[in-house]
């Protein structure tokens, strides 16, 4: 008899690993902090590997110089866990995981901002915009001295808050990111309260010597186990909002912005421009079917130049919004040698929640009892013959050597939402495809985002992107956004 009111059975995805060697492929783990200390960085093989030592500018406001010196040495210390103490472990110093030193650039590459500039941000009408001035101008003056240092290191004091953010959409980090971006500089924004009050020196030592050896041009870890004619693409917009002065039907330009990749989740350029060819609803963007065809040729082209003019077999494309018939359409055009292309809709903010029912203790026990802990991080579940739910966030022993892991600590976690508009096949490689590219953000120290790369990077692009004051047709790094 049918049961329609009967939801079908999960099923789970195995906790990912990582590889962290060219050309071993046993140096692989689940845990990429104790991938890191057991086999170095991915890179460090590398002949076109990170300079050692990777020199740091600095530009910190008046009165931080003993700060500054102090986190410089801070690198180099080991720090026990002092939170997540089932996943965290020992720092033991910067050039004891990546085989590199971090060292302070040349005197002239660090600048101490006015002691002024405090009064100045307090009595401004709009503090943004003086505090941005001001850290626009040291970051030109530290630009004349760019072939003596790799990354710079900018201090934030909690005092500046006022500064942060602003009207017209204004945040003091995106816009940050938007001119060191345009210069081709990597910058890391150190917040006093976030990192240098931090109570865990050793969740900060991972979180910013990942950052740092990243921004540097060092890869830490890629996936393992992944089909190397896949390749993977993210796409997100932002909408630039018209001027005020100008006319009201003048058609609001949206900033589109492309990240393809690879099998082995090694996304290090993404494409962005600028197109009025498209329509908004709800303030979601949606390309035509031409603007569609042509971000996608620029993302194969993209591949095609990382891989030796060699075009990919299988093509899985992931977005937050749905796909319109001209944007399949689109899609389909430009990929016509590919045997597989799959597009895929990943939402958040699903009702859905499950709950883990330990089974019964003992004879005398007929059911079981809710569990201490969430359900098991890659479980998933088909609603439909085109829906599924996936647990990107969970309990994840299988990373921690069998102890129980939740890294939100808290709650009762969310599934997402893959809505399949092409392709066909089991569900279980595409659930393995998001599971892995939610650890492959490499700033920060977790185990896993919610979000596969695919999207998180990508949103992160097209905000930063939008403030840029021009775009330029060519690929850009992703290490200068980070």
């Not at 906790?15 to 086999?39: A, I, V």
């Not at 949206?254 to 009025?276: I, K, M, N, P």
């Not at 042509?294 to 993209?302: G, K, T, Y």
Request: hydrophobic fraction near 35%; proline fraction near 7%.
């Amino acid at each position: 008899m049918s049961r329609p009111y009967m939801l079908p059975a999960h099923t789970y995805v195995d906790e990912p690993e990582l590889l962290f060697h060219p050309d071993r492929p046993q140096d692989r783990h689940t845990h990429p902090l104790l991938g890191l200390l057991e086999f170095g960085p991915f890179s460090r093989a590398l002949v076109s590997s990170v300079f050692d030592p990777i020199r740091v500018a600095t530009i910190y406001p008046a009165g931080f110089r003993e700060q500054v010196r102090s986190l410089f040495k801070e690198f180099e210390q080991k720090h026990r866990p002092r939170e997540r103490q089932a996943y965290l472990i020992e720092y033991p110093g910067f050039s004891r995981v990546f085989g590199v030193r971090l060292s302070p650039a040349i005197p002239d590459a660090h600048i101490e901002l006015t002691s002024r500039l405090d009064a100045e941000i307090e009595s401004a009408k709009q503090p943004h915009l003086r505090l941005a001035e001001a850290l626009t101008g040291a970051m030109n003056r530290i630009n004349a001295f760019g072939t003596e240092f790799d990354v710079v290191m900018l201090f934030l004091p909690e005092r500046w808050q006022s500064g942060f953010f602003g009207d017209d959409d204004f945040n003091l980090h995106d816009y940050i990111k938007a001119v060191s971006a345009s210069r081709g500089v990597p910058i890391q924004i150190v917040r006093e309260g976030k990192a240098l009050n931090y109570r865990c020196r050793a969740s900060v030592m991972w979180r910013l010597g990942i950052a740092m050896y990243c921004k540097a041009g060092g890869v830490p870890w890629k996936l393992a186990d992944q089909d190397p004619e896949t390749a993977y693409i993210g796409l997100s917009y932002a909408v630039r909002d018209a001027k005020p002065d100008d006319d009201e039907d003048k058609p609001r330009f949206v900033t589109c912005c492309s990240q393809v990749f690879d099998a082995d989740g090694a996304g290090l350029e993404f494409l962005a421009y600028e197109t009025d060819d498209a329509h908004i609803e709800r303030d979601n963007p949606f390309l035509s079917r031409n603007e569609m065809r042509r971000v996608m040729a620029r993302s194969l082209a993209l591949y095609q130049r990382r891989h030796g003019g060699r075009s990919p077999k299988r093509v899985i494309v992931h977005k937050s919004t749905e796909f319109k018939p001209d944007e399949i359409e689109g899609c389909f055009d430009s990929w016509p040698g590919v045997e597989t292309l799959d597009l895929y809709q990943i939402q958040q903010g699903a009702l859905w929640r499950g709950i883990q029912i330990d089974p019964p203790k003992g004879p005398g026990q007929k059911t079981g009892e809710p569990s201490m802990y969430p359900c098991a991080r890659g479980t998933y579940m088909q609603l439909g013959a085109r829906e599924l739910l996936l647990w990107t966030q969970g309990n994840a022993p299988k990373a921690t050597g069998g102890r129980n892991f939740y890294k939100e600590g808290k709650g009762v976690p969310q599934p997402i939402v893959l809505k399949r508009f092409a392709g066909h096949g089991s569900w279980q490689e595409p659930a393995r495809g998001v599971l892995g590219l939610s650890k492959m953000n490499w700033n920060n120290d977790s185990l896993y985002d919610r979000l596969p790369v695919t999207l998180s990077y990508a949103s992160i692009l097209a905000r930063t992107v939008k403030r840029m004051p021009t775009i330029q047709s060519r690929p850009y790094e992703f290490r200068f956004f980070m």
